[in-house]
């Protein structure tokens, strides 16, 4: 990997994704009796960033696979464009399995079992060094804690998106997933430049008053764009009045006045919702969004591609082919596995 932070201009740049690749297992998708089995987890993520990304921009997935699925997760990966495979870690723990079981086309139960390590400092620190940019996806909430975070946000030295998710859901005995307040959440969005929550998740915010008014608060040096995805209405955002789109300005931690520091809007759908399958939506649009961004979209803009390529995403199930699809490059029969 030849690519560092601040490539000079015509270098190939490296987009660093960290999450966790997943082996799905989904019931009641669809009205389907009998079960299906496939790739999900950060691959959604990693399609989706091979199909948006600009030229010039290569993804370097960091990611730690458990041995059971080692062979099995490299030969997936391999099959998306685009893909560097020097930051992927086998590791001997069982790798993360979630069996999904949907109760409506917006909600659903998981159950998670396996479960690789989380990234400490010390070994995410010679990978991100390689990225011009970070993208964070809490696939299973365990990705890194709170001091790994903290570290990051102090030895990285490029713009940072987190789609902070799972940071929302606590694990039963049973590994069923339940919704959760954030601990220490000013600490976690502090973390990063960018960060992104489903409506529910958002709401959670709110236990300790109004979250449009605490996100707005957390808007500043730190913090500078909060991205609310919100199903079939679209997303919304909260970023500072003086929000530049280039992430590569990221970085630079500039104060700003209290009174001016954040105003607010939404962007819908351009086309009516489509029915489908909705698994790993929030994923593309986060990582459609970040890689729209980082090829000189402007915000409402990168929005409405996001928007778009999540809609897409609902007509495709499953994470193997997943960028073929949303690159126009299959048809909704031919994406149906």
Request: net charge negative.
């Amino acid at each position: 990997m030849s690519a560092t932070v601040g490539a000079p201009h015509g270098a190939t740049k490296t987009l660093g994704v960290v999450g966790t690749l997943v082996w799905d297992r989904i019931l009641d998708r669809d009205g389907r009796t009998e079960p299906v089995e496939e790739w999900g987890g950060i691959g959604y993520a990693l399609a989706a960033t091979s199909a948006s990304l600009p030229d010039g921009w290569q993804v370097l997935p960091i990611i730690k696979l458990g041995r059971d699925l080692a062979e099995e997760g490299r030969r997936f990966l391999k099959e998306i464009p685009g893909l560097a495979d020097s930051a992927i870690v086998v590791v001997p723990e069982a790798n993360n399995r979630v069996e999904l079981r949907y109760e409506s086309t917006s909600r659903r139960c998981e159950r998670l079992t396996g479960g690789v390590p989380a990234w400490t400092w010390p070994e995410l620190a010679p990978l991100v060094d390689l990225c011009d940019a970070l993208y964070v996806n809490f696939i299973s909430g365990y990705e890194m804690e709170l001091e790994a975070a903290r570290a990051l946000r102090m030895g990285y030295r490029g713009p940072t998106y987190a789609d902070l998710h799972s940071l929302f859901l606590g694990k039963t005995h049973q590994g069923h997933r339940v919704p959760r307040t954030l601990e220490a959440w000013g600490a976690w969005l502090s973390c990063f430049d960018a960060v992104q929550m489903n409506e529910d998740e958002f709401d959670l915010l709110g236990t300790s008053g109004d979250p449009w008014q605490l996100a707005a608060g957390a808007i500043g040096p730190d913090l500078k764009l909060i991205t609310v995805t919100l199903g079939a209405r679209g997303a919304a955002y909260v970023a500072g009045v003086e929000f530049d789109p280039d992430p590569m300005t990221w970085p630079r931690r500039i104060p700003v006045p209290v009174a001016e520091r954040a105003h607010s809007g939404k962007v819908t759908l351009a086309d009516a919702a489509r029915s489908g399958d909705p698994t790993g939506c929030g994923d593309v649009w986060g990582a459609t969004l970040f890689s729209r961004l980082l090829g000189g979209d402007d915000l409402v803009s990168a929005m409405q591609e996001a928007n778009r390529l999540a809609g897409r995403n609902v007509e495709h199930r499953g994470a193997r082919g997943l960028y073929r699809h949303l690159a126009g490059r299959l048809s909704h029969v031919e994406g149906v596995s």
